[in-house]
């Protein structure tokens, strides 16, 4: 189990040794992660290694995203991230549904699958362009520290990333 510190990232190397000799091995990468996250996973014997890292982002006891091990984040884990870390925020009740909805719209957007490749593309585009327009006026508007804006962002563009390139 691991308690969170502060806002920023963390990547878990679990290493299974028989003495000195390394048998296997697993990492989850460049975790997001807030003062009051929570990440947790289960060894079930002394064979096996961790095949995921449940983590509470907000520290409400809800599992956020369950995260396989490896180097980077699906669309889906990082959107659990994402959710999350806006729920640690001290947004008032309606900027943060405003920010909520915007993410849902997005990941409906994500799932629907359209015949045409370009016209997806395009309109994911300007759902990532409304997502950063709301953090961006809720920093303007000192609802959001700059540290806070820039994390959101961040993992929305580890999104984009993930989804549009």
Known sequence: KLIGETLGTFTLTVERLAGDTLIA?????????????????????????????????????????????GTGLSVEELL????????????????????LKKINKFEKVI?????????????TKQVFKDLLQVIKRLEKKELLTGEEAKELMNIIERIRGGVVE
């Not at 290694?49 to 995260?67: F, R, W």
């Not at 729920?87 to 008032?92: M, Q, S």
């Open 25 to 69: 091995s697993t990492t989850f990468a460049d975790i997001p992660v807030t003062a009051n996250s929570v990440a947790s996973t289960a060894v079930a014997s002394a064979e096996n290694i961790p095949l995921m890292l449940a983590v509470d982002v907000d520290g409400d006891g809800i599992i956020d995203a369950n995260i396989a091990p």
């Open 111 to 123: 799932e629907r699958e359209y015949k045409n490749e370009r016209k997806k593309k395009q309109k």
């Open 80 to 99: 659990g991230l994402l959710r999350g870390f806006v729920k640690t925020l001290d947004l008032p009740t309606k900027k943060e549904a405003q920010l």
